[in-house]
């Protein structure tokens, strides 16, 4: 069973506009989450992640919002540009884990 | 540069050829793990390793092993491939400590495909 979901497999944005990328969970043990930016035959690279003491955490032009209520998280892409076409996974941990748990990406593409 | 190195990157394959995934890390991280990706599933882990010879089952480890005698290396073996192991696998490594906090390198992937 999927423990974390990203229901959108694909979105597409206008260059300069916002992009926002949704992640669903269903463990109220996972206390660390993730988001995994995935260009084509490379591994995936580490973006940007917040713990569940926070509600919003900012790297530049991303954001990422954590909602624990309803165990759901989301990233934002502020102003979106072309080089940000990529997958982009979500991910998951609990306190002491060792793993992590992957949604199954989204599909972003930027249109210049 | 922090690196994870997989080899080979892609491979074509037989059922039941006996063949080894090599990773190797240069952060000097204790954790290192063993994912797949699958369409519409994710990556999913099949083992990790928390340090020297300490090693453990994630998801879905049937018909895959591993080792870890080496801090840098965490091989992937497929003793006898089949076509279902027909996938992308990607090594990864984090510092110690569980992953909460931590980031996770990855290697560039190896494609695998069993015929």
């Known amino acids: 069973d999927q423990q974390v979901k990203q229901n959108s497999p694909s979105l597409s944005v206008q260059e300069g506009r916002i992009s926002i990328l949704n992640c669903d969970y269903t463990?109220?043990?996972?206390?660390?989450f993730l988001w995994y930016k995935k260009y084509p035959a490379e591994g995936p690279t580490f973006l940007i992640s917040i713990s569940s003491i926070k509600d919003k955490n900012e790297d530049g032009r991303f954001t990422v919002f954590l909602n624990k209520s309803a165990k759901h998280l989301s990233l934002h892409i502020v102003p979106s540009q072309p080089g940000d076409s990529a997958v982009y996974f979500c991910?998951?941990?609990?306190?002491?884990?060792?793993?992590?748990?992957f949604g199954t990406g989204t599909r972003l593409t930027v249109i210049p | 540069e922090a690196q994870v190195t997989q080899n080979p990157r892609y491979l074509i394959t037989v059922t039941g050829k006996k063949l080894t995934v090599t990773c190797s890390q240069n952060m000097n991280h204790e954790y290192m793990s063993w994912y797949r990706q699958d369409p519409g599933l994710g990556l999913r882990q099949i083992y990790y390793s928390m340090n020297v010879e300490v090693t453990d089952k994630g998801d879905v480890p049937e018909g895959y092993k591993v080792s870890r005698k080496e801090k840098r290396n965490f091989p992937l073996i497929l003793e006898s491939p089949s076509p279902n192991q027909t996938s992308l696998y990607f090594c990864a490594s984090s510092r110690v400590g569980g992953l909460s906090g931590n980031t996770i390198y990855f290697g560039e992937g190896s494609w695998l495909t069993v015929v």
């Open positions: 991910a998951a941990s609990g306190t002491g884990a060792n793993n992590l748990f």
């Open positions: 463990n109220s043990m996972f206390d660390y």
